[in-house]
């Protein structure tokens, strides 16, 4: 079976053909240190964190040189990357072997080409650029050190969940991301939400990762391995079934891992978390996993139409569920995570929509890598400012007070909700005028989900630095130290430029992804003019509806009752009570019964075997505490039973 | 009449570790007390590692030495060489003192009454059992010649040899005394019964067969026609012996009693290197000796495998103690062994060498673990005593997740290469159904696993909870060496699993 396979595995790949399909290298020069970029990270977690208070003083700047220099040795990878012709510019680094158990053996090795470094570039320039922030916003925090320890290990384990070439190897680093990510979102363990959030996130995302394993072990049945270049090059040759439940699997994992529904619910809590935390991995990278995840997978969602739309059903769900709970979010932080959740609805939407969605979810992913860290750190310096205070109907009017912040944060709103020329509007619009080419259903959700996305935006903006001064401490709220506007700057910079740059600069993001993720161009239903139009106009009815609702009244410090969707979407539109229902009474259920079966049941059996050998029901339940004559007994049992089972198989 | 040849330089380290343990006895009786301890643990250590250079240098030997009685191959050797370290690292777990104040884990004198005056006379004259080290010397000789044996007789006195020692060594607890030689007597007891057994199993196979070496009784099977029926019931009951001694279902029963009573360093030193050695026979027996009966043994084996991997994970979910947990554990992992035994090829021996490597070393840190948590009674393993440990002493607690993990069979860990290894043999000889019985025990295994993680790293911390002693270099060098065994195996396994793929061809 396996060979027959691996035969087909080697005719298919000579043909190349798909997505996927490129011609993959070993390694040569520069690009067989690629370890490198792993390794750098990986050694300043393990200084900062074995090294212990010897390390407290220097802590934050070890940290902050490791992942600077994973950032530099990503930048020479490319840039020696982009001087390799557009066919040959993937690579293979063979590490060493891993198992090599019987049929089935995996090898430690890394994939760097076309994806895997825009990823590469992206945490560790975003990474990097927070790791800085982060010394001025832990300043007054005695555990500093270990912060920059996760974050290092954060760093590490998501570079080696882009660069594994082997799902399992890639499994180790999306079990490493969640690790970091539980680490720090209950980093502040003193506060008992924040325990709470980190143990929630922990637990919901093991529902995903049993999609991941159950994934990897089909893959396992059907291909005989869980390298990418097997799987992916023998995918033409199974089974349309089997490709469906493998992408469905995927699908799970990737739900997980990227806060799409059902498994969106951690997100919002996972805000307890320090926010350079939130920003870096509830924002820009971790939970961009499951969007990597999928345009990975391309060669498998191409020939599983089935999971792809199960794919586009998700993404579209969240990214109106999101936008919808961004709406009603008093918690600055929660709104951003609400949005979080619904920009990755938009990606997860466009990967679903196969080769013509594939290279816009990524040049999205970048572009909100961008805007989003931007706003994230933005609302952390505004906490700053504010005595760590994140209910915006305590805020108002700090555009005069913290100018810097409100510049930069104003570049992150107008990236997002997708006006020219910022980077979202370039990112954005591709992935509605994909949506459309694809389906009208599909395209009325992203365009809608753009409506509200900029009457959240434009309702959180007001609320924060316009209007009315509504705080009650006593010094007035200050600007952030240049430590920690300086990496505002640059990100606020790259929302501006980034998606126009990333879109046309060179040959243009899509032309450099194509050989990972394949192309198709698609037809549009209407003139592309007037759809940017419509779009355009959306955005404008939102802000204008937050600003009729935001900016010309005055923001009441309570909170008003608000009607049905409000209340619904302030419960983070009942997500928590969903998985109460759906997942934890059964699971209770379940755990009562089986203990109930494990009283009786279980125990009842080894009692009633016993009464069959010995014949002494009187004396069962002393047989449990230890008699070596009832012991003796049992084992005589067994004796006949082995016997006997030895003499009966000759029987006919 | 002919003296038959002895390969002396083939069998240097049998009789390494058994002259030195009768040095070890004479020590007992002309070395000064005060310099008994010293001495003793010196000479085990050179003994034990004396023997393993020599393992080292015979490495690729094959043959058979000793007048057909004794394989010198590569199961045989690598089992050697892995029980060598184990027991090296125990002689460590048995010589520790800082632990208790004025001894170490063994009671001064294990003939004086629990509780007497004599008793008391002797812990506060801080009296040291010195006794112990040839007596684990002697074990350990067993336990080497045990899956090195090539004969009937030899795989009999193998079996005595190893398990005598370890019933006066289990009775010698310093702490619970009583506890401790009820487990002596019934492991005792229940030993000499299975004894029995096995020794009326080869009396049957003798008779059927009409010699004592293995290589001779697989010719019989093919050679004798009939009487089938005094083989098979021998072949049963031989394997109901060595079943017993790895812990299978239904022979399971003294493995928790014993456990929990026994000195914990001896649990250690037993739980390891027992479950390699009996293993190692068992294999060598049925693959060499009656490996042209497997159609016969498999489905015997099958239903031994799957009941003793639920049950083991089963009934371990609602122990409360950290040493009858960890002993239901060791019975789970004895089923998953013998899911790869079923397979019966050398993919199979590699996989079961890597296995119980593995294992060993893991099972050999988490006891060692379980020595320091103590609070005035002793060592504390009520499992509700270890709550909110992680808080109190995060390095232990880390250290003692990692072991579990790695039972848990969680990547990079050594226990998951090893699961894998196992599982993989299993379903390429054909036995994958037991492999999915198995990965259900091990889903269930993890659950009670985890269950102790969760407990030390999110419960509050009980308020009169137990310390965390701080140990001498004896166990924290056993620890070190058994977490970075088993994250380094997990991490690049590559090296021993071709280690064990080279030693997996049986000597006929």
Redesign the interface.
């Known amino acids: 079976m396996t060979s027959t396979l691996s035969a087909l595995a080697t005719a298919v790949a000579t043909e190349g053909g798909h997505g996927g399909g490129q011609a993959v290298a070993e390694a040569t020069g520069v690009f067989d240190l690629t370890w490198l970029l792993i390794a750098f990270p990986l050694l300043g977690a393990a200084i900062l964190l074995v090294g212990g208070r010897r390390t407290d003083k220097v802590g934050h700047l070890i940290g902050c040189a490791a992942s600077i220099a994973s950032f530099v040795m990503g930048l020479v990878l490319f840039f020696a990357m982009v001087g390799e012709p557009s066919d040959g510019r993937a690579f293979t680094v063979q590490l ?9 053996s995996v090898d430690v090795s890394l994939l760097l080409d076309q994806l895997s470094i825009s990823f590469v570039l992206l945490i560790t320039g975003v990474g990097s650029l927070i790791h800085i922030y982060s010394i001025g916003y832990m300043e007054h925090d005695e555990r500093r050190r270990r912060f920059f320890g996760y974050l290092n290990l954060f760093v590490a384990a998501m570079l080696l969940l882009v660069l594994a070439s082997d799902y ?1 190897v890639m ?2 680093g999306w ?1 490493g991301v969640g690790l970091a990510s539980y680490l720090l979102i209950g980093f502040w363990q003193h506060k008992d939400s924040a ?1 709470v959030a980190a ?1 929630k996130a922990f637990v919901v995302n093991r529902v995903g990762d049993m999609g991941m394993v159950l994934a990897m072990a089909s893959m396992i049945a059907v291909f005989g391995s869980t390298a990418f270049d097997v799987v992916f090059s023998s995918a033409e040759g199974a089974s349309t079934g089997w490709l469906t439940v493998i992408g469905l699997f995927l699908l799970l994992g990737a739900c997980g891992k990227s806060a799409q529904f059902p498994l969106q619910s951690w997100l919002l809590d996972a805000m307890e978390g320090p926010t350079p935390v939130s920003a870096l991995i509830h924002a820009a990278t971790m939970v961009t996993a499951g969007v990597y995840l999928i345009v990975r997978s391309a060669a498998i969602y191409d020939l599983a139409p089935d999971a792809r739309t199960a794919v586009v059903v998700v993404g579209a769900i969240t990214l109106l569920m999101g936008a919808i709970i961004g709406c009603a979010k008093d918690d600055i932080k929660k709104a951003l995570a609400g949005s979080t959740m619904s920009q990755i609805g938009y990606m997860v939407l466009a990967a679903g929509l196969g080769p013509a969605g594939y290279a816009f979810a990524i040049f999205h992913l970048l572009t909100h890598g961008f805007f989003k860290a931007n706003m994230f750190l933005g609302a952390g310096s505004v906490m700053h400012g504010m005595n760590d205070e994140v209910n915006m109907r305590r805020y108002g009017g700090l555009r005069i007070l913290m100018p810097a912040t409100f510049l930069t944060f104003a570049m992150g709103y107008l990236a997002i909700i997708g006006i020219p020329p910022f980077a979202g509007y370039f990112s954005k619009d591709k992935i509605i005028e994909a949506a459309f080419a694809d389906n009208w259903i599909t395209g009325l959700a992203t365009l809608i989900g753009a409506g509200i996305t900029a009457f959240y935006m434009t309702r959180l903006m007001l609320m924060t630095f316009f209007g009315n001064r509504r705080w009650k401490q006593s010094e007035l709220p200050h600007e952030s130290p240049p430590v920690m506007t300086g990496p505002l700057w640059v990100l606020g910079a790259l929302s501006v430029v980034g998606g126009f740059g990333l879109l046309y600069l060179g040959a243009g993001i899509v032309d450099w992804l194509a050989p990972v993720t394949g192309e198709a161009h698609h037809d549009l239903p209407m003139p592309l003019w007037l759809l940017i139009t419509i779009t355009l106009a959306t955005v404008v009815v939102g802000v204008a509806v937050a600003w009729a609702m935001f900016g010309r009244r005055a923001v009441r410090e309570d909170v008003p009752a608000g009607n049905a969707i409000t209340v619904a979407a302030r419960n983070d539109l009942y997500g928590d009570a969903f998985n109460e229902a759906v997942f934890m009474r059964p699971g209770q259920y379940l755990t009562r019964s089986l203990v109930y079966f ?1 009283n009786r049941g ?1 125990d009842g059996a080894v009692v009633g075997t016993a009464t069959a050998v010995g014949g002494l029901s009187a004396r069962m339940r002393r047989w449990q505490t ?1 008699f ?1 004559r ?3 007994v ?2 005589l ?3 006949a ?3 006997l ?3 009966l ?2 029987l006919p | 009449m002919n003296a038959p040849t002895i390969e002396y330089a083939e069998l240097a380290p049998l009789i390494t570790i058994f002259g030195a343990a009768v040095i070890g006895v004479l020590i007992e009786a002309f070395v000064p007390r005060q310099l008994r301890h010293p001495v003793q643990v010196g000479l085990a250590l050179l003994a034990l590692v004396a023997a393993l250079v020599q393992v080292i240098l015979l490495a690729g030997t094959d043959m058979v030495a000793a007048v057909g009685a004794v394989a010198v191959d590569g199961p045989a050797l690598f089992l050697q060489g892995t029980i060598l370290v184990l027991a090296i690292i125990s002689v460590g777990l048995f010589a520790e003192r800082r632990l208790e104040a004025g001894g170490d884990a063994f009671a001064p004198a294990a003939s004086s009454l629990p509780g007497s005056e004599d008793e008391r006379i002797l812990v506060r004259e801080q009296r040291l059992q010195t006794e112990v080290y040839p007596l684990m010397l002697f074990a350990v000789g067993g336990m080497l010649l045990f899956p090195a044996a090539n004969d009937l007789l030899m795989l009999f006195i193998a079996l005595e040899v190893m398990s005598l020692p370890l019933y006066l060594l289990c009775g010698m607890a310093r702490r619970r005394r009583l506890l401790s030689q009820e487990a002596a007597l019934k492991y005792f007891l229940l030993g000499a019964f299975s004894s029995a057994i096995f020794l009326f199993g080869m009396a049957f196979v003798y008779g059927y067969a009409g010699t004592l070496r293995f290589g001779e009784i697989s010719e019989a099977l093919t050679a004798n026609i009939g009487q089938d029926g005094i083989l098979l019931a021998g072949v049963g009951l031989m394997a109901v012996g060595l079943l017993f001694k790895v812990g299978a279902v239904p022979f399971h029963s003294w493995t928790p009693d014993v456990y929990q009573g026994a000195p914990t360093p001896v649990t250690a030193f037993m739980a390891a290197c027992t479950k390699l050695a009996a293993f190692g026979a068992l294999v060598r027996l049925f693959y060499v000796a009656f490996g042209g009966l497997r159609t016969d043994w498999q489905p015997m084996l099958w239903a031994v495998a799957i009941a003793t991997m639920l049950v083991g994970a089963v009934v371990a979910l609602t122990q409360t103690d950290i040493k009858r947990m960890l002993a239901y554990s060791s019975i789970a992992h004895a089923g998953f062994v013998l899911t790869a035994m079923v397979a019966a090829d050398s993919t199979a021996t590699a996989a079961i060498l890597f296995y119980l490597a593995t294992y060993g070393i893991a099972t050999l840190g988490a006891f060692a673990v379980v020595t320091l948590v103590r609070d005035s009674g002793g060592e504390a393993t009520h499992l509700a005593k270890w709550a909110g440990l992680g808080r109190r002493s995060p390095v232990l607690a880390a250290t003692f997740a990692l072991f579990l993990l790695a039972f848990a069979g969680i990547p990079l860990t050594s226990g998951f290469v090893g699961k894998l290894t196992v599982f993989t043999a299993a379903i390429d000889g054909g036995a994958a159904p037991l492999v999915v019985v198995g990965v259900i025990a091990s889903a269930v295994a993890a659950f009670f696993y985890v269950r102790v993680i969760v407990l030390m790293f999110f419960s509050d911390p009980a308020p009169e909870g137990p310390t965390v002693a701080v140990p001498s270099l004896w166990t924290a060098v056993g620890i070190t060496v058994g977490a970075a065994a088993t994250l380094l195996l997990g991490i690049v396994p590559g090296p021993l699993l071709d280690l064990a793929q080279q030693a997996s061809i049986f000597v006929r």
């Open positions: 060493w072997e891993y198992v090599n158990a019987g049929g089935y399992l499994f180790i079990e325990s143990k494990e279980v230890g070596v009832s012991y003796a049992t084992m049992g067994g004796v039973v082995v016997v089972a030895m003499l198989v000759r």
